[in-house]
């Protein structure tokens, strides 16, 4: 199976609407309201406050000071509340409905875990304050970590990387310098290519050439291609699991022995963490380095950017090279350790990562999220996830190409394709068409594997009334496109805004808004 390179149709198509409502005199749409911009509201000759004379003094910028207006706009309290309110209720949340992106695990957040994170000596910690008046926050920092190592059966844990791309780069530092340590240059990466695309762009960040593994017809990694190509210049191998077509690697444990037989280790990505979850442990399976999404698996803030946090767990022979600092309990307290007092019990740490520790936020959150659940309760974060993924699944093959329904049960998300769609019509009308449905889209056209693909992650927080309204809005859309439905290559009508050229959009973007030039009058 090769991987797609085709790319995705995105310039809207001009498309009859059968029946439209008259055009409102404001461009609003009952509470869809039109919003201008902060400057076609306010004006920068103006502002919405009022100050004192500020006392004339020297800028001790020098040279450097800026002495020109700014320019942005003046705006009163009630202009400025009302314009980010009004955007904010264009936004698509967790709170507004299910979110089905795949790869993504865009989860309820339980509201207990927010209201530890902002409790008074977590929220306002500083990364500088001393240790002796932050044995609270360490001791929050070292159970999770014993939680995580628990969890996962692996050796020890980094908990300073920041997100999955992150913690990626923090287990290939310690893999290299676990070569490097005994005398071993290796200059290849293999990645699958059911694994995440962070891992080959990883990889390469690391210096390291990226090879790929093909997939088995059932979408796998093709066990005998990955034995044939292992040799004595093979860092290691980045495999995801379960993988990114929804299904759990069977041969995990015969691909790990495989690998150290060859001299290599095993890196995985653990993004789909909460489907094995109390289930496996990632360390019975050989591997050595593994991310963990708390902000994924562990029900945190996800999306925008961040806040993200991505602890690695790593085995006993990448252990000595895990990055500084870290917490460790020396006696009856906690003690971050840096480099100035590392000494010689972890002298062979590949370095620093990170300015400061990590996000305490996160932290706070994922141990909240672990200990309400408890052992039962993680177990069951893997069961609900599986279950509602598979039901997704089983509920949509009769009306969308299912690829890999016939491989066994699928993990945490179900994989669709276009295939069956008329003639014209494609993933992205169907996505397009979720949004008019009061719907987020899927994961389109990812992963590579499946062409016009539709990744569908329902994660284990949806309730059956949720997932079923879900399975109807798509299979009116599935079938609407099977049966070439004009009308859907106009999706979205409802949207504040219609179908746009998203190619166009992302390699040209406006940035700046520009002040208009008004026409002189004429004389």
């Known amino acids: 199976m090769t991987m797609l390179k085709e790319g995705r149709p995105t310039a809207p198509q001009a498309v009859e609407q059968a029946a439209s409502a008259p055009a409102t005199a404001t461009g609003n749409r009952a509470l869809m309201l039109e919003e201008a911009l902060i400057f076609e509201i306010g004006s920068t000759d103006t502002t919405g406050v009022d100050f004192a004379e500020a006392p004339k003094v020297a800028s001790r910028l020098g040279t450097l000071a800026r002495t020109d207006a700014i320019g942005l706009p003046g705006l009163s309290e009630q202009e400025t509340v009302r314009h980010y309110t009004r955007l904010s209720r264009q936004n698509y949340a967790i ?47 070292h159970e999770l970590a014993q939680w995580l190592i628990t969890l996962t059966g692996m050796h020890s844990v980094a908990m300073s990387p920041k997100a999955g791309a992150h913690g990626e780069l923090c287990g290939l530092l310690a893999i290299r310098a676990a070569l490097e340590a005994r005398g071993d240059a290796r200059s290849v990466i293999l990645v699958p290519e059911s694994a995440h695309g962070t891992n080959p762009a990883t990889a390469a960040f690391c210096g390291y050439k990226v090879e790929d593994i093909p997939a088995t017809p059932d979408g796998r990694v093709d066990l005998e291609a990955l034995k044939a190509r292992l ?60 991310h963990i999404n708390l902000h994924k698996t562990f029900s945190t803030p996800h999306g925008g950017g961040g806040p993200g946090s991505g602890p690695v767990v790593l085995s006993q022979a990448l252990t000595p090279f895990a990055p500084l600092p870290f917490v460790e309990k020396q006696g009856n307290a906690f003690v971050l350790v840096e480099e100035e007092t590392v000494g010689d019990h972890h002298a062979s740490s590949f370095g620093r990562m990170v300015a400061f520790h990590g996000q305490m936020g996160m932290f706070t959150r994922a141990l909240t999220y672990i200990l309400s659940h408890g052992a039962d309760g993680l177990r069951q974060v893997a069961s609900d996830a599986v279950l509602n993924a598979n039901y997704i699944l089983r509920s949509l093959d009769d009306v969308l190409d299912a690829p890999f329904g016939q491989s066994g049960p699928c993990m ?21 068409g979720l949004i ?81 030039v008004l026409a002189a009058a004429a004389e």
Not at 108 to 116: D, G, I, M, T, Y
Not at 231 to 256: H, Q, W, Y
Not at 416 to 421: H, I, Q, T
Request: aromatic share 8%; with cysteine.
């Open 412 to 432: 945490h998300e179900a994989l669709f394709s276009d295939k069956g769609l008329a003639e014209g019509f494609t993933t992205l009308d169907i996505a397009k």
């Open 231 to 290: 040799g004595p210049d093979v860092a290691a191998v980045m495999i995801t699991n379960p993988n990114t077509c929804g299904l759990f690697e069977r041969d995990m444990k015969t691909i790990s022995d495989a690998v150290h037989a060859a001299g290599a280790f095993v890196y995985c990505d653990g993004a789909n963490f909460n489907a094995i979850v109390g289930r496996v442990r990632p360390g019975d399976l050989g591997v050595d380095a593994m």
């Open 95 to 141: 709170d507004l409905g299910l979110f089905p992106l795949g790869s993504c695990t865009m989860k309820h957040n339980p509201r207990l875990n927010e209201k530890v994170a902002r409790m008074p000596g977590f929220a306002d910690l500083h990364p500088l304050a001393p240790q002796s008046t932050v044995q609270g926050a360490l001791a929050v920092i």
């Open 436 to 516: 008019d449905e009061g719907f987020h889209p899927m994961t389109m056209y990812f992963p590579l594997v499946v062409h016009g693909a539709m990744l569908v992650e329902p994660t284990e927080t949806e309730s059956k009334a949720a997932l079923d309204q879900f399975i109807m809005a798509l299979r009116s859309l599935a079938e609407r496109a099977k049966a070439g439905d004009e009308a859907l290559k106009g999706a979205p009508y409802f949207a504040p805004r219609r179908r746009l050229d998203e190619t166009l959009a992302a390699r040209k973007p406006v940035l700046t808004w520009t002040e208009p």
